[in-house]
């Protein structure tokens, strides 16, 4: 019986197959969190590292160059477009990019990427187990150190008497 429990929680959650669909959906959420993070670093670098694995496999291809919707510190900055099965990514190009691929002019507003319904858990867990990346363990500046011991002022001037 606890077999079975087991077979059927791991057919109601197929996520940790590397298919191009599975990755593309872990990836649009990745992607779509990380815009709205404290801290998006780790999930840029993991949308980054998933990309040029995908491309290097040949289940992501480069399309062409878009003009960037809010470019940084530039006039007119442009970025790379990738399709990865129904989904569409932008990547920041390299110098060969700029030699190899049409420019294709302004972003298609009208076009959106399809809803993903898995959990930014699930996605970052795919993602990890498929690029290798490791999270970065969080840092709390309050959080006590392990190698101290810590006691509140508190307890300090009232406990030890």
């Known amino acids: 019986m606890n077999s079975n429990r087991k077979r059927y929680k791991q057919d109601q959650n197929p996520n940790f197959e590397f298919t191009v669909e599975n990755l593309s959906k872990a990836l649009f959420v990745v992607n779509k969190h990380a815009k709205t993070a404290i801290e998006p670093k780790f999930l840029y670098d ?3 590292k998933t990309i ?3 491309l290097a496999e040949g289940k992501a291809e480069k399309i062409g160059l878009h003009f960037s919707k809010n470019p940084k510190l530039a006039k007119q900055t442009s ?6 099965g129904e989904y569409l990514f ?7 990019d700029f030699q190899s691929l ?3 002019g302004n972003l298609d507003d009208q076009y959106r990427n399809p809803k993903a319904n898995i959990s ?4 970052k867990a ?3 187990a498929y690029t290798g990346l490791k999270q970065p363990e969080p840092t709390n500046p309050y959080a006590p ?3 101290k011991q810590s006691m509140s002022p508190f307890a300090k001037r009232y406990g030890e008497r």
Do not use: D, G, N
């Not at 970025?79 to 990865?84: F, N, P, S």
């Not at 932008?90 to 060969?96: A, G, N, V």
């Not at 930014?120 to 996605?123: I, V």
């Open 102 to 104: 049409p420019h294709l």
């Open 126 to 128: 795919l993602l990890i």
């Open 46 to 48: 993991l949308k980054k």
């Open 120 to 123: 930014l858990k699930q996605a």
């Open 145 to 147: 150190s392990p190698t």
């Open 79 to 84: 970025t790379v477009l990738i399709t990865c």
């Open 52 to 54: 040029e694995k995908l």
């Open 90 to 96: 932008h990547l920041i190009p390299s110098k060969e």
